[in-house]
């Protein structure tokens, strides 16, 4: 079991910048998939990025890539989705997902959120004009 509590949303204006983290509860986070969606007013939940537990894959969708980086400290529980160059499109609640990875290299990034088994609460990021 992994309980995920995301943090760090807020009201920004466009163009600034946001850290949001999301600690994991239990000992064995470095064996995690970890994965951050987001879920806009009246839109479908959308996959935002993800990193693998060994760090050493990364993959974006489109239209963040290049504005988002993902990361996660391992000796801290922790994954962050560091936000900048923000645009109004970008508000959403913001999701962290985890999915037990066995400790498996070479695996494909996990990208769709049936993928995840375990969830956090969310976080708004509400991004102004």
């Known amino acids: 079991q992994v309980q995920l509590v995301e943090s760090g949303g807020g009201l920004v204006q466009a163009g600034g910048s946001l850290r949001l983290s999301c600690a994991a509860s239990g000992r064995t986070f470095s064996s995690y998939d970890m994965g951050w969606f987001r879920q806009a007013p009246g839109k479908e939940r959308e996959f935002v990025a993800a990193?693998?537990?060994?760090?050493?894959?990364?993959y974006y969708v489109d239209s963040v890539k290049g504005r988002f980086t993902i990361s996660r400290d391992n000796a801290k529980n922790t994954v962050y989705l560091q936000m900048n160059s923000l645009k109004p499109e970008d508000t959403a609640v913001y999701y962290c997902?985890?999915?037990?990875?066995?400790?498996?290299?070479?695996?494909?990034?996990?990208?769709?959120?049936?993928?995840?088994?375990?969830w956090g609460q969310g976080t708004q990021v509400t991004v102004s004009s």
């Open positions: 997902a985890a999915d037990y990875s066995g400790g498996v290299y070479g695996a494909k990034v996990k990208i769709k959120g049936d993928e995840y088994d375990y």
């Open positions: 990193i693998r537990w060994s760090g050493d894959s990364t």
